[in-house]
């Protein structure tokens, strides 16, 4: 079947994607110490001393920051918003997690987020233009693609990306600082690695950043993919989307800082696609149909 196919394929690709993140982070360390003295085992114990670090503690980062920074406030019962409660109810029933506390984001722009880095703190937040605006299934269909977030552990792994761009700035920072005070050759160095290592350093905030907004962008399609088993319903998912996405208002209280959770680019930024968190609608969409 097509959707399972393009689960398959979402999953490998993100698998190859971030050992490939990894190694790019490595790289950046061992290309520090190799431009300053030659050898590269340094930087590589330093890459992973401040890769691990950095990631451990951005994963011990409350869900409650990520909510108070989009101003989202707790729904503690379904005696407000019936059919949203319900909805998280049944898709959390179906993918078979616990259930994810619920936020409400008073905001027209139709839109909704999930965070927590794994099912037993999960977290869905939807603002109240999207409950103004879609039906029932429609509303289900987003629900679902935030469950399918929390259950793929994606929120984990979109902050473990945003840890090694983190990490890889401030290597890329140390290492031009460094220079300041070597000469960068004492005869250890080959010189066509030297001008490589001298690049790279230069330039890896930009390609880190890069692969972190390609890790985003392969797990929306695996979210969308994921929905759609979970309530077997593509065209719900799809109508959602294109309301959603037709939608020129940007979200008013979304953090930039979490602007890559959400289910559709909140800011409302048109970018290049190289520099894009979200898939183009119009191709979500199209594989949608395709289901």
């Known amino acids: 079947m ?67 920074m989009n101003h989202a406030h707790e729904i503690k019962d379904g005696s407000q918003h019936q059919r949203l409660w319900d909805a998280v109810d049944n898709m959390a029933m179906v993918a078979r997690i616990p259930r994810p506390r619920l936020f409400i984001i008073k905001d ?33 269909g987003v629900i679902a693609h935030e469950v399918a977030h929390i259950r793929n552990y994606d929120i984990r792994l979109s902050t473990i990306a945003v840890a090694l761009v983190s990490v890889v700035a401030i290597l890329s920072d140390l290492g031009l600082r460094m220079m300041f005070f070597s000469r960068g050759g004492n005869n250890k160095q080959h010189p066509i690695m030297l001008i490589f ?37 593509p065209n719900a998912l ?16 979304a953090s930039g800082a979490s602007a890559s959770l959400y289910f559709s680019d909140p800011l409302k930024k048109k970018t290049a696609q190289l520099f894009s968190s979200h898939p183009p609608p119009e191709k979500r969409i199209e594989r949608l149909y395709q289901m």
Request: hydrophobic residues 50%.
């Open 238 to 253: 799809a109508s959602a989307l294109k309301k959603i996405s037709g939608v020129s208002q940007p979200v008013r209280e």
């Open 2 to 68: 097509i959707m399972y196919k393009q689960i398959e394929r979402n999953k490998r690709n993100t698998v190859f994607i971030v050992a490939g993140f990894i190694i790019f982070v490595l790289l950046v360390g061992a290309a520090i110490t190799y431009f300053l003295n030659g050898e590269i085992y340094t930087g590589l114990i330093l890459a992973v001393v401040m890769g691990g670090g950095y990631t451990l503690m951005m994963l011990m980062s409350s869900t409650n920051v990520v909510m108070r």
């Open 108 to 140: 027209q722009s139709p839109n909704a987020f999930a965070t927590g880095t794994s099912p037993k703190n999960g977290a869905v937040a939807v603002t109240t233009g999207l409950l103004d605006r879609l039906n029932h299934e429609e509303i289900e």
């Open 197 to 233: 290592a001298l690049v790279l350093i230069i330039i890896s905030p930009l390609i880190a950043t890069m692969i972190r907004l390609a890790i985003s962008r392969n797990r929306e399609y695996l979210a969308d993919a994921s929905a759609v088993d979970l309530t077997r319903n």
